[in-house]
Each structure stands twice: as structure tokens, then as C-alpha cells.
């Protein structure tokens, strides 16, 4: 009698009633609850400061090349000199700043290889002889390259090369954008004044309005750093900035991965900026030239203005009705919770808030406008 006690006793200790068991699936619920945002928390932390290091180095490359060239690199420009001595026979479009300074992010062996014959981002016809775009694409031919990415940006790291290589060729795609200035009386009040923009005479204003006053600006302005003023100064005037994150049509459809950008078309993809003289020159800026984005952006909205955009609307500058990319005025975005990072003009890295408002975000865009900035802390 006592034995079978014990042994029904024994069984009751260890069991659990239904009671028991919903109350500890509950404990274990709340605790996933609140650890998983703690984990996505850590992980996006980890994410922003390594984006934070991903431009810090474009940084240091960006000096290295100044230091070497006496000048900071185009945001793109055709092929010619002094970017490549010619000569340069093929029909096409040049490349941009993410190419110039490979040499400097440890991409020597690839960069050693390329050729700038005239189509060295875009290519007019792939068949004809020595295509630098076909070419280049086909060195680079599905190679990430992790510097050029944001961890954050939900896009794929790989993207049809938009060079006009065939069999859609896949290269990097660049989280990152160059700060090509700003576009004049941007802010409500009209306070901020910039000459130096496109205007109806290009014939691609429809894609919005591309400005040349800032740090890394297209075409060959011989942009140094020391032509940032001193009230300016390098530490308040951005180079570079994040362009890592969909932005969504006025019906809430998110765009896709060619819609409202500058990146969609690759790593090589440039701009013809204000072309070749007779003697294989470039020359700066002109309110003419083209006004497509092309890896850089002219700011004229505010930080991660993600939503509401209309489709195929012309002179807005973010979805031009010929196609919806290439818009020259494509906000400053990202996956980042409340800003995005930007690289400043001495190498120094920031995390820029989306409540900064348009004249304090156009000044930092321009590289001698002698407004007065006092950024937060």
C-alpha cells in the first residue's frame, strides 16, 4: 500500500496540469517578444556602424586619390582627360566616382585592367572593337564588392550592368551616392541660392535639375579641397551619402529595383557630363548638359522622403515619365531607424537626421556657399 502511494505521489511531482503548461508557453512568448526586438536592435546597430566604417573608408580613398591627383574625383564624366589619356574611339558614356577610385579600396587588380576608349560605362554598340564597357563589365562580372554596401539596404548586392552589355551581365550595386550639390531656392523661404544648375537647355531636364556645387560633382569642375571655403569647411560639406532603401509610389506599391534611383544601372554606369573638346579635354559643369542621375543625386528633398511619389511625373526629379530611374534628385535614404549616414569632406563620417531641415541640408551639399551651419551633436 505504501510502495503504490509513493508512486502516485511521485507521479503527480512530476507531471503538469494544462494550467501549468499555458502559463509557461506564455512566460517563453513574452520572452521571445521581448528578445527578438532586442536581437534586430543589436543587429541594425551593428549594420549602421558598419555602414559608418564602409564610408570612412570610401573616405580614406577619396583623400589618397586627391593626394595623388591634386583633385577629387568626378561623380562621372566621359571618358577623357585627365581621367584617361585617350584615345578614345568608341561611341558611349564615361563612368563615375565609384570607379575612379578603386585603386584605393584594394581594387588595383581589377582597375589595372580597365580600359576608358569613349564607352568605358555605356556602350553604343557592344560589337564594336575594344568595347571598354563590355570590357569592364565582364572583369567584374558577378564580384561584389563589399565596400560599395550598406548591410542595411534591402536591395540585391548584384544588378543588371545597365552598360548595355548583353546577357544582362550582373555587377555591384552601389548603396552609396555622391552629393553633387543643390538645387537653387529648395527651401520654402527661397533662401538658398545655387547658380550652378541645369536648366531647359539640357536635354534631359525632365529628369529633374542636376547641380555641379558640390564636392564630387559631374563632368571635370577640378573640385579640391581646398576650394571648399573655410567658413564652409571640409567637416560641414558632404561627399558621399546613403541611397540604400525602396521608395513607394503615392498608391503605397513599393518601387521596384530600377524605380525612383541612380544605382540601378550598375557599377560602371556614368555620365557624359559637358563631353570632349578636339583635343580629348573635359571641361566643367554647364546648365545644358545632362541632367540624369547616375549614381550621385542633387539634393533638393528631404532625408528619407520615402513615400508618396507619383509615377511618371516629369521635373520632379525621382520618377521621369521616359522611365522611372535616373531621376537627378532621388532623396538621401536608407533602412537606417531616423537619418542616414554621409561622409564629410575631411573623412569624418555622421549619422544625419531625417529632421534636418532643406537649407541646412543644401548648405552641407555645397561646397562654398559661406551659409552658417550649426549641426547637432
Not at 584594394?106 to 571598354?132: C, H, M, V
Not at 536648366?199 to 529628369?207: E, H, R, T
Request: glycine share 10%.
Amino acid at each position: 500500500m505504501f510502495r503504490t502511494l509513493r508512486k502516485s505521489m511521485r507521479a503527480r511531482w512530476q507531471a503538469f496540469t494544462l494550467i501549468e503548461l499555458l502559463v509557461v508557453i506564455a512566460i517563453i512568448a513574452i520572452l521571445i517578444g521581448l528578445l527578438v526586438p532586442a536581437v534586430q536592435k543589436v543587429r541594425e546597430s551593428a549594420a549602421r556602424l558598419q555602414c559608418q566604417n564602409n564610408l570612412k573608408q570610401l573616405g580614406i580613398a577619396m583623400h589618397a586619390y586627391h593626394d595623388t591627383r591634386k583633385f577629387l574625383p568626378s561623380a562621372g564624366s566621359s571618358d577623357g582627360k585627365p581621367f584617361s589619356p585617350g584615345p578614345w574611339p568608341n561611341g558611349g558614356e564615361g563612368t563615375n566616382w565609384a570607379v575612379f577610385i578603386m585603386p584605393y579600396i584594394e581594387q588595383g587588380s581589377i582597375y589595372n585592367r580597365l580600359t576608358f576608349t569613349g564607352d568605358a560605362g555605356w556602350t553604343d554598340d557592344p560589337n564594336q572593337k575594344n568595347s571598354s564597357a563590355v570590357n569592364n563589365v565582364t572583369l567584374s562580372a558577378g564580384i561584389v564588392l563589399p565596400l560599395y554596401r550598406c548591410p542595411s539596404d534591402p536591395h540585391p548586392a548584384l544588378i543588371g550592368n545597365g552598360s548595355n552589355v548583353p546577357n544582362n551581365v550582373q555587377v555591384t550595386r552601389n548603396s552609396y551616392v555622391a552629393i553633387a550639390g543643390a538645387v537653387d531656392r529648395l527651401d520654402a523661404a527661397g533662401l538658398f541660392r545655387e547658380s550652378r544648375n541645369t536648366d531647359a537647355s539640357s536635354w534631359s531636364i525632365d529628369f529633374g535639375i542636376t547641380a555641379w556645387g558640390g564636392m564630387i560633382v559631374p563632368a571635370y569642375s577640378r573640385v579640391t579641397l581646398g576650394s571648399v571655403t573655410a567658413r564652409d569647411g571640409l567637416s560641414n560639406t558632404m561627399m558621399l551619402s546613403e541611397q540604400s532603401d525602396y521608395l513607394f509610389y503615392d498608391n503605397g506599391q513599393q518601387g521596384g529595383e530600377y524605380d525612383m534611383t541612380t544605382t540601378a544601372n550598375g557599377l560602371y554606369r556614368g555620365h557624359p557630363g559637358t563631353y570632349r573638346d578636339g583635343q580629348g579635354n573635359l571641361s566643367a559643369g554647364a546648365a545644358w548638359m545632362d541632367s540624369r542621375g547616375q549614381t550621385f543625386t542633387t539634393i533638393r528633398y528631404r532625408i528619407n522622403q520615402k513615400t508618396g511619389w507619383k509615377r511618371g511625373v516629369d521635373n520632379v526629379g525621382v520618377s521621369p515619365s521616359r522611365w522611372q530611374s535616373e531621376g537627378a534628385n532621388v532623396p538621401l535614404v536608407s533602412a537606417h531607424t531616423g537619418g542616414v549616414n554621409v561622409l564629410l569632406g575631411d573623412g569624418s563620417v555622421r549619422f544625419l537626421s531625417d529632421s534636418i531641415d532643406l537649407l541646412m541640408l543644401a548648405r552641407l551639399a555645397t561646397r562654398d556657399d559661406g551659409g552658417v551651419l550649426n549641426l547637432p551633436d
